[in-house]
């Protein structure tokens, strides 16, 4: 298997590396407008959505399927754009954080 820091953000321009102890003080979901809300019905845990993510804000739950850190999540919408199946929308969230 693949470990996370094999894979995260590698070859990736233009996206900032934040460190998963520095997100986690960062709070950047007070930015957010619209959250992510993953449907498991629909997910294939491909993990796409975790490996995306430019906030580290992407957890994966002991079944495998991903799990939102509303603290650091900053709702941009990567996570939901590229999810093969459609598993994530994004809802309106104007309280963030
Ligand atoms: S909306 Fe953006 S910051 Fe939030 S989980 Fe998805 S990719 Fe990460
Ligand atoms: S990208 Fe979509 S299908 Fe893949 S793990 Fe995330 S929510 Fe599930």
Redesign the pocket.
């Known amino acids: 298997m693949i470990e996370e820091h094999q894979i995260k953000y590698r070859g990736v321009k233009g996206i900032p590396i934040i460190k998963a102890e520095e997100a986690k003080t960062l709070k ?1 979901g007070v930015w ?1 407008t ?3 809300v993953r449907d498991k019905k629909k997910c294939i845990k491909c993990r796409l ?1 975790w490996q ?7 957890k994966l739950d002991k079944d495998g399927y991903p799990i ?2 509303y603290d ?9 754009k590229n999810c093969p199946v459609k598993a ?1 929308v ?1 809802e309106r969230d104007l309280h963030g954080g």
């Open positions: 950047t957010r619209f959250k992510p959505c995306l993510c430019p906030e580290n804000a992407v939102f850190n650091i999540c900053k709702g941009c919408g990567i996570c939901a994530i994004m």
